[in-house]
C-alpha cells in the first residue's frame, strides 16, 4: 500500500502538498501546540454538584453498565453530561452550568460560560499524543490509489488553511459554503472555519449552482471553498463553473477559494483565489480562536415540507461532545480501529462520522470518493480489506444495489477486520439487513440501524449501546442512545403510555447534539419542531414501540421523502415545476422504490394547448428540477392530468394520489371533502394508460 503525503490532491498522485510541507515548513510536531489551550487551563467547577473530576468518565462510568449509564443520563442529565464534557473535551475554560433548556420555549443552550475550540479536540490533542497516527484515509476514485494523513499534517494542513482563509479578511461569525466532495482539503476547510470560528455550510457538490446560490444567499456567505473538479466513479465533474455560475447571483461572496483536484486547470475570475497557492505561503501554527460553547459551529441545509430549504443550527460544544460520544458507543469504536462511514461530507452523516466523531475520537477515518459500484460492484469489500476497515458504516440504498450481483462480489475479498456493521438514512428492510448481516458480516458483526437526523447531530436511536450480548433485531432501531427519552404520540397529542402502540415520534428531553435553530428563522425552527406537541422535540417521523418496548420507525409524518438515502422535500421539487410556463400544477410525492427507498412521482397539470407535445414539456420539466434542485431530484414518474384532487377548500388531497401511484385504489378512504369527487377516476384511468404504455416501452427495450 502506498503511503503519500497529503501531496496527492491531484488526481496523478503527486503536486501541492509535498513541496509544500518541505518548502514551507515553520514548526516542528512539538511547536504546533495551540498556547493557551492546554491541559493546565481546565478550571474548576464552581456552581455545580458533585462532578467527577477530570480524567474519571471512564474508570468511574466503564464499571456501570449500560443499562445503568443509560438510567443516569435521564434521571440525572446534568451528573451525566457534565462528567462527560468535563473529561472528553479540552477546554479553555471550563462551562459553570450544563443546561439552560426550555423546550417549550425554544431555549436550547449547553456547557454554559465554558469556551473550547473544536479543532483543537479534533486535531492538536491528538497531535500531542500520536501525531503519526494517521488521521485520514482518502480513499480516491481510483481503488488502490489511498492516501494517508497523519493528525500532524492535518493540523498543519488546516492551520495554512485557516491562516489563509483570515489573510483575505474571514473572521469569527463570518459564513463561508464548501462546494466539495470528500477529500483531506474538505475536511481541512470545516476544521479551519472551526479554528477561527468561522461558520462553515457544506452543500453537497451534486446540489445545481442554483441550490448553491440559494444556500450562499440564505447564510450570506462571505467566501466559498471548492475545486476544480470532482472525481466519481471514473468521471469528472467539472464544480468550478456550477460555483462560477452560483455566485453571479450571490453579492455576499467576496472570495471562491479553488482548489485543484485534477490536472485540469480552472478558468480564474476577479474572485477566485488559488488554494494551494496561497497556503503554501501561509505558516502551519495557526492559534485557536476560543469560542462559547454555543457559538455557532455550521449551518447545514436540509429539505423541510416547505419548497425553502432549512439552515439547521449546530453549536460547538454540544454537537461535538454529542458526535464523539455515540461514536464510541454506537459503533463501539476502539483505539486503533478503521472507522469506515462511505457517506459524502455533504450531509450530516459526513460530519459526524467521517469528520467531527470519529476525529474528536483521535480515531482514523475513511474519506470515500468513489461509488460502491466503480469499477465494478466489489469495491466496498475490497477497500474493507484493503484499508483493514473495522467499522462499514453505509445506506440502506447501496446495499440495495448490491445485493442484486452474486455474491461472490462480497466473498472473494478478505472481511475479517470488520467488527460493526451500521446502516443510516432510511428504513432498512429485511432482506438488506440479512443481506448485510450474513453475507458481508459473515453472520458475527453487531448491524446497528441507527435513526436520526441532521437536526439531532447524531444518532439517537440505535440497538447499541445496550446491555452485553442484549440481542439485536433485525431492521429495527432499538434503543434510544444515553440521554434520549423518546415518546410516541397518539392523535390527540397526548403520549402513549406502554407497548404496542405506534404514533409520532417525539423526544421528551433536550440532548447536546440537538440543533439549536434553523438559521435567520428562529420562530420556523420552533414551529416545526417545539410547537406541535409543547415541551417535546418533534421529529417529523413516526415510529411503533413493539411488545417488547423497542423502537421501530415508520417513516416521514410530513411531505419530505427520502430518495437514495437524501432528504427531499415534495414542495421544492414542486417550486421547481411550477417555474414551466406551461405548468400551472403540479404535486409530487414519494413511492416505494425496491433501491431508492422511494422516488418522486409528479402528478403534472398542463395548460390547455400544450397538450400537442408533452413530451417535450416534461423532457424541460426533468430538466429544470436538476438545474434547480440536483439531479437525484428529478421525478421517476411523470403522470399527466387535467385536474388534481382537491378538497372544498383548495387543499390537495395527496393520500389519493398516493394510492394512485402505488395502485392501491381498492381502498381510498374518506373521500367526502372532495370538492369533485369525479377527479379520482379521471386519474385512475390517467395512470392506467401511462402504467400500460411504460410496460409496452420496457418490453421494446
Ligand atoms: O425519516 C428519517 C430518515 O431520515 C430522516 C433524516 O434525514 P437526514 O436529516 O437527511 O439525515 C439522514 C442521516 C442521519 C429521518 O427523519 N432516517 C434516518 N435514519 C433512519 C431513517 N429512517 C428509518 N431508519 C433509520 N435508521
Known sequence: MQRINMAAHSSSGTGFFRTLLSRCRTSGPGKSRTPGLCQQHRCRLSSLPPLPPPGTWSSRLSRLS??????????????????????????????????????????????????????????????????DRVALIWERDEPGTEVKVTYRELLETTSRLANALKSYGIEKGDRVAIYMPASPLAVAAMLACARIGAVHTVVFAGFSSEALSGRIQDAQCKAVVTCNQGVRGGRLIDLKSTVDAAVKSCPSVQHVFVSQRTEQPAAMGELDVPLEKVMSCQSSVCPAEPLDSEDVLFLLYTSGSTGKPKGIVHTQAGYLLYASLTHQYVFDYRDGDVFGCVADVGWITGHSYVVYGPLCNGATTVLFESTPVYPNPGRYWETVQRLRITQFYGAPTALRLLLKYDESWVKKYDRSSLRTLGSVGEPINHEAWHWFHSVVGDGRCPLVDTWWQTETGGVCIAPRPAEEAAPILPAMAMRPFFGIQPVVMGDEGEPLPGNSVSGALCISQPWPGMARSIYGDHQRFVDAYLKPYPGYYFTGDGASRSEDGYYQITGRMDDVINVSGHRLGTAEIEDALDEHPAVPETAVIGIPHDIKGEVPFAFVVLKEGVGGDPPAVLQQLRDLVATKIAKYAVPEHFLVVKRLPKTRSGKIMRRILRKVATETTRDLGDMSTLDDPSVVQEIIEAHELYRKQRSQEKKKN
Open 66 to 131: 449500560h443499562r445503568d449509564l443509560y438510567r443516569l443520563s435521564v434521571t440525572d442529565p446534568d451528573q451525566f453530561w457534565g462528567s462527560a464534557a468535563t473529561d472528553r473535551l479540552r477546554w479553555v475554560k471550563l462551562f459553570q452550568r450544563v443546561r439552560d433548556c426550555d423546550l417549550s420555549g425554544g431555549k436550547i443552550s449547553w456547557f454554559l460560560g465554558g469556551k473550547l475550540n473544536v479543532s483543537v479536540n479534533c486535531l492538536d490533542v491528538h497531535v500531542e499524543k500520536h501525531p
